[in-house]
């Protein structure tokens, strides 16, 4: 069984754009639950363009599932997420300049540093997690650090319509995938996932556990409604489990 994130940081975006209290991240994320997500997520960035702090103090006080915090791995986040407690830390990188997640983390260049998050993080009960791209070099790194999971970048399999380049981005995700595995990682994935191209996903690419998916579910609540819109999602999910062959 495949378990769902809801991420509800795009009705937070919603709200920024009036800089108003409406629409609510806690409301959408109570909806989400009360639909069957198994869990919300929150990317919680530096310059706070959606997702601001209270918000994640009133998700982990009020959602009765676990709460995945994505951050940055600099000091102020990590303090937050020790102040908070989530249930998981996922860490992606940031650009100030970025639309949305750009690329995954680049855990060779800082391996020093994520033992000494992970160290903290493990202390205190917190999953530890890094959103990276499917690239073997990037998951052995996650496994020497001594991360709990791996969620890995589906966002370019995601952007492009090319069904060579497709199946080229499958076969990445698919060896990333059974490398994690085999060296006793959790896998996740996540990023640009919708119901059209999620298929592929759970056919193709074995032992992913998670999947954290928000941008699209936010955007058709706006049509159906939250509760039906995360309900949709998981129906797809299911619907593509009981066609899936064992890898």
């Not at 108003?20 to 960035?45: D, N, V």
């Not at 319509?161 to 990445?172: D, P, V, W």
């Not at 592929?200 to 999947?211: A, H, K, M, R, T």
Request: glycine letters at 6%.
């Amino acid at each position: 069984m495949i378990k769902l994130f809801v991420n509800v940081d795009h009705v937070a975006t919603v709200r920024e754009a009036r800089k108003t209290f409406e629409p609510s991240p806690l409301t959408a994320a109570i909806l989400a639950e009360k639909a069957g997500a198994y869990g919300i997520t929150a990317h919680l960035r530096e310059d706070r363009r959606h997702m601001q702090d209270d918000d994640i103090k009133i998700l982990k006080d009020k959602i009765n599932t676990p709460l995945n915090l994505e951050m940055a791995a600099v000091d102020e986040m990590i303090q937050i997420a020790i102040n908070t407690k989530p249930f998981q830390v996922s860490i992606v990188p940031e650009n100030r300049q970025e639309i949305t997640t750009e690329g995954g983390l680049n855990i060779l260049k800082q391996e020093a540093h994520l033992i000494e998050i992970g160290n903290r993080f493990r202390e205190l009960g917190i999953l530890f997690s890094l959103f990276i791209d499917p690239d073997i070099d990037q998951v052995k790194g996650a496994k020497r650090v001594k991360a709990d999971s791996i969620e890995l970048n589906t966002g370019p399999y995601s952007e492009v319509s090319n069904s060579k380049e497709r199946t080229q981005h499958l076969a990445q995700l698919r060896d990333a995938a059974l490398k994690a595995h085999e060296i006793g990682l959790r896998v996740f994935a996540g990023h640009g996932l919708t119901m059209t191209n999620i298929s592929d996903i759970i056919s193709n690419v074995p032992w992913v556990e998670e999947l954290n998916i928000g941008h699209h579910i936010v955007s058709n609540s706006i049509y159906v409604g939250m509760e039906q819109s995360v309900r949709d999602m998981i129906n797809c999910i299911q619907s593509q489990l009981s066609k899936k062959t064992t890898f």
